[in-house]
């Protein structure tokens, strides 16, 4: 009876002690669990994700980029003189006054190449059929001696001033105006192949005249007035 008392004893304590664990355990955990915050990113040590960033971001905004496929082509070196074209063009030509010639001047086959305008390498030439009214011969002094880059697909322009007048040798003694009529305009450099251009020199547009008009009397009408104000009885 003593032996079965003790084995009584010992199961009855083990399964106490066992039961107690086993609960306490398991609440403990999930008590621990919920009520425990999660970690802040800001403050913990784990490592922190920003948002996709693009090429730009770090670049400065508003800078033009140097492509090489826009820069002007640089000369090669002095044209050669059958390699110069010029077009000529005569914008709003009226008679009596200075009249604006302008030059576009290219290469024909070479990129670029630069060449020297002056009345040496150029030659200009106004007609009216077969009556040549000005050249630049006798008025050499109207192109100007210039050092230009000429390129192949970006002409450079030059402006002449005509005097609307016909030229004599040593381009003195200029009083005979041009007439309003067709012209032609030659222009070619030197060894280089001539260009003709026709324009028709208007006459200029007459001043406007206003005129202003003062109200006057009549001497009778005054008499007539006078007359019928002294008939009036006082």
Request: charged residues 20%; neutral net charge.
């Amino acid at each position: 009876m003593v032996v079965g008392i003790a084995l009584l004893l010992v199961v009855g304590i083990a399964k106490m002690l066992g039961g107690s664990s086993d609960g306490s355990s398991g609440d403990a955990a999930r008590n621990v669990a919920d009520t425990t915050p999660a970690p802040d990113p800001t403050t913990s040590g784990a490592p922190v994700t920003q948002g996709p960033t693009t090429p730009g971001d770090h670049q400065g905004k508003g800078k033009k980029v140097d492509d090489p496929a826009t820069r002007p082509v640089m000369p090669s070196g002095p044209c050669d003189a059958s390699d110069v074209a010029i077009t000529p063009s005569v914008p709003k030509p009226i008679a009596g006054d200075d009249i604006k010639l302008v030059l576009d001047i290219s290469s024909v086959s070479t990129p670029a190449c630069t060449w020297t305008l002056s009345p040496r390498t150029t030659a200009v030439k106004i007609t009216s059929g077969s009556d040549l009214i000005w050249t630049s011969v006798e008025c050499p002094k109207t192109i100007p001696r210039r050092d230009l880059v000429v390129r192949q697909d970006d002409p450079v322009r030059v402006n002449l001033t005509w005097n609307a007048m016909r030229s004599e040798p040593g381009c003195r003694g200029l009083t005979q105006w041009a007439l309003p009529g067709t012209y032609h305009l030659q222009v070619a450099a030197l060894a280089g192949q001539p260009q003709d251009v026709t324009f028709l020199l208007t006459a200029p547009s007459p001043a406007e005249v206003t005129k202003t008009v003062h109200p006057h009397h009549h001497h009778g009408h005054n008499q007539d007035t006078n007359k019928k104000k002294s008939d009036k009885p006082d």
